[in-house]
């Protein structure tokens, strides 16, 4: 099973921008579709960006679209995702996930369908 350990979370302004890492271990990254997601206190975690095993496959949630980038790394075996324009709303602890056999091209926008989760980072926003 691979191992997920998130980094850069932190306090922001609001309109500023973070750059979370995920660094994996333990089995080979390339086999893994890749995810992000986010739970704020009192609300259920929801999905914010999904990357395939090869990058070249992306998908956002409606509320980051445009705002949020995700991208990986197959030879470092990192994950990450870059968040512009950040609001209030987007305070939240981020998660990286993984998911395993998946096709190279398929994207997991549901918490349901991935494998191994990390201990995640927290991100506030100011307003």
């Known amino acids: 099973q691979v191992q997920l350990v998130e980094s850069g979370g932190g306090l922001v302004q609001a309109g500023g921008s973070l750059r979370l890492s995920c660094a994996a271990s333990?089995?080979?990254?390339?086999?893994?579709?890749m995810g992000w997601f986010r739970q704020a206190p009192g609300k259920e975690r929801e999905f914010v960006a999904a990357?395939?095993?090869?990058?070249?496959?992306?998908s956002y949630a409606d509320s980051v679209k445009g705002r949020f980038a995700i991208s990986r790394d197959n030879a470092k075996n990192t994950l990450w995702l870059q968040m512009n324009s950040l609001k209030p709303d987007d305070t939240a602890v981020y998660y990286c996930?993984?998911?395993?056999?998946?096709?190279?091209?398929?994207?997991?926008?549901?918490?349901?369908?991935?494998?191994?989760w990390g201990q995640g980072t927290q991100v506030t926003v100011s307003s």
């Open positions: 996930a993984a998911a395993s056999n998946v096709w190279r091209t398929v994207v997991r926008t549901t918490p349901t369908g991935y494998d191994a």
């Open positions: 990357i395939s095993r090869s990058g070249g496959s992306t």
């Open positions: 333990g089995r080979a990254f390339s086999n893994y579709a």
